[in-house]
């Protein structure tokens, strides 16, 4: 069963649950509170009216906020896992962070970026911590240990989640450029095992806090437009920040190495009609050579690299758009349908068709 608690509904219990045990509380229990006293709505709320939303000053913005709800499954709520916050459908969500919630130093497969909308908050990274002030954009590695904790009831963060396994496909374009978010990136994408975070300080920046409501807003209106948008509010957001904003922190810096920006970009804007050979010729590099770099920055073969992008492509369009699966297999860049076809079920256990149908969620 699919259930809805408004975010003013959970912070009420996040207080309570404060004020009776003095102590945090972790968000499952608050869930499971909630959920077994009846205090949810089982019928879809409708989407917010996002631009009513964006007129609104800060402190309004925050209180209308609470109304917003959230969907949850009862069958997850009780199975002995952590509960999933990124759909296994979706590249990335923006959440709410509460005040007074259980926040113990953990790890996760996501980047994850907290932009700290008011207020100031904790950061614990590693064995280090500092104050994060309003207006700082933070992002963290996959796999680091780390935690945030809201320091007074009027602090406010929007944790911003992307799937590392995502990433390197949805932001291909961002890895391909020559800044400090590109290399940050790069770095943690082919070095895993180094945990390392960036932070800017946007001193309130009115275009950030417009696109960090976008982005949290996008999440709300329960369409199959979702993922697709906030992808492109994030992208504005990285640009925004690097436009503005030169001055940043960084855990640890690793050297970048090779210059392969202009490889993965010349690979994304031909990767429908690109080979091995040609590409290897247009950076009069040997073909071992350059399947190396590519191994080592994406971390998949030149071909596995060209799949990942074609696969991304059919995805979108299946989901997206009404075309048949031949006119799809051509924009993917196949010649053949039936090779298309068979690439696809190999690459997500389903065909194309079923794809689609199991995608288009409303």
């Not at 895993?192 to 209106?221: C, D, H, W």
């Not at 990285?238 to 503005?244: D, H, I, P, Y």
Request: contains cysteine; glycine residues 2%; hydrophobic residues 35%.
């Amino acid at each position: 069963m699919i259930f809805y608690l408004s975010i003013g509904q959970l912070q009420q219990e996040f207080s309570h649950y404060y004020q009776s045990k003095h102590a945090c509380c972790d968000f499952r229990i608050a869930l499971t509170n909630l959920y077994e006293r009846g205090d949810y709505i089982t019928q879809k709320p409708d989407s917010p009216d996002v631009w009513q939303f964006m007129l609104l000053d800060d402190t309004a913005f925050l209180d209308a906020a609470k109304q917003l709800y959230y969907a949850f499954s009862s069958e997850e709520l009780f199975k002995n896992q952590d509960y999933e916050i990124v759909s296994e459908f979706d590249d990335m969500t923006t959440i709410s962070q509460f005040y007074q919630s259980q926040n113990n130093v953990h790890t996760h497969d996501c980047f994850e970026i907290d932009y700290v909308f008011s207020g100031k908050c904790e950061l614990t990274f590693l064995d280090e911590k500092r104050e994060l002030q309003e207006g700082d954009f933070c992002i963290i590695s996959p796999y680091a240990r780390h935690a945030t904790r809201l320091l007074t009831e009027k602090s406010c963060v929007f944790p911003i989640l992307v799937k590392e396994k995502t990433f390197d496909v949805t932001f291909f374009s961002l890895l391909s450029e020559a800044d400090i978010l590109s290399s940050f990136f790069r770095q943690i994408l082919t070095n895993p095992s180094e945990p390392n975070y960036l932070l800017f300080q946007t001193t309130n920046s009115a275009e950030i806090r417009t696109l960090v409501k976008m982005l949290f807003l996008e999440g709300f209106r329960m369409d199959t437009y979702v993922n697709r948008c906030g992808i492109h509010w994030l992208n504005l957001l990285f640009v925004n920040v690097l436009r503005n904003y030169s001055t940043y922190s960084q855990f640890s810096y690793h050297d970048t190495g090779t210059d392969y920006a202009p490889i993965l970009r010349y690979i994304k804007n031909h990767y429908k009609t690109i080979n091995l050979e040609q590409l290897a010729q247009k950076f009069n590099y040997s073909i071992p050579y350059i399947s190396k770099i590519i191994k080592k920055v994406t971390g998949d073969s030149f071909s596995e690299t060209i799949k990942k992008l074609k696969m991304e492509e059919a995805s979108n369009l299946l989901i997206q758009t009404d075309d048949t699966i031949e006119t799809i297999s051509e924009h993917a860049g196949y010649n053949s349908s039936d090779h298309f076809a068979r690439t696809f079920r190999q690459y997500y256990g389903i065909s194309p068709l079923k794809y689609r149908k199991k995608n288009r969620k409303y």
